[in-house]
């Protein structure tokens, strides 16, 4: 439904009614702004997020247990609800109820094994939660993992699957096409338009196996550093402030931190010199 809302533009030479008939929505869900959640969810949500930061196994019974103890009495029902609200999973082997549906759109993983020798030869993107002191978003990046340089980021207020393919675009644009591209198996990245656009451009892609966290063990050492080298120091009042947050600190990350998995050298000076 939101995808189709999204058709429908002012200035057009339609009336808003005549484009919503057309499309059968109503104006009232167009114009419907959600409440958002409340600041003791907020609260909760932050504190959720810095348990799984540390232990990504938790599955809802034990981050509710987690939450007892920071004094926060939570039932299992809003537990649930938040995790799945910051697109968050534990970590551990499941049996595979996968859809068959959703099946066809899963590729194995490529990167087992694989020596990584050059910048542009595989890029990991995930997304995550970021709190705020009022709300959240969700920021979606992409890793070159020979190098570690952030390619490309963006910060987005849902988790439609639109917004990762349009990072990956603004990326290509700017610094060219990777031979391989990995992802987690989110619903974002096992949809048609991200797997059509990505064998239409011809990039291999790998995925992680279903509840593997080493497999896209980069992405997720860079989440660890956003979050505490900057969120949870300086948390931004809002997405504007988070966006220039973010800004500065991947320029920081890219051009002047050195990693220690790439011999304590600079990320953008190992990407740009081959790249």
């Known amino acids: 439904m939101k995808e189709i809302e999204g058709y429908v533009k002012e200035n057009e030479h339609l009336s808003i009614r005549a484009q919503c ?27 959720i997020d810095e348990e799984y930061l540390r232990y990504p196994t938790h599955g809802v019974l034990q981050i509710q247990d987690f939450l007892f103890a920071s004094g926060c009495v939570e039932n299992v029902k809003r537990v649930r609800r938040l995790l799945r609200k910051m697109n968050i999973m534990a970590i551990y082997p ?56 952030v390619v490309g980021w963006g ?9 990762s393919l349009t990072v990956l675009k603004t990326v290509i644009k700017k610094h060219g096409k990777p031979e391989i591209i990995n992802s987690d198996q989110g619903s974002q990245f096992i949809c048609p338009i991200w797997i059509d656009f990505l064998q239409d451009a011809g990039i291999r892609i790998s995925m992680d196996g279903k509840n593997r966290a080493i497999d896209n063990i980069f992405i997720e050492r860079l989440w660890r550093t956003v979050k505490r080298d900057y969120v949870y120091l300086r948390p ?7 966006y220039t947050g973010l800004k500065n600190f991947f320029y920081y990350y890219n051009h002047e931190k050195t990693h220690q998995g790439i011999q304590r050298q600079i990320p953008a000076q190992l990407y740009k010199k081959i790249a």
């Open 236 to 242: 931004p009042e809002n997405g504007s402030q988070l």
């Open 155 to 163: 910060v987005f207020n849902n988790l439609n699957a639109e917004n």
């Open 94 to 149: 499941k049996r595979n109820l996968s859809k068959f549906g959703a099946a066809q759109y899963i590729h194995p993983y490529l990167l087992r094994g694989l020596k990584i020798l050059r910048p542009n030869q595989v890029w990991a993107i995930d997304i995550t939660y970021i709190p705020m002191e009022k709300g959240f978003m969700y920021l979606t990046a992409i890793i070159d993992i020979y190098s570690r340089y």
């Open 21 to 47: 008939d057309l499309l059968g929505i109503t104006r009232s869900n167009l114009y419907y702004k959600g409440k958002g959640e409340s600041e003791e969810n907020l609260k909760i949500m932050r504190l």
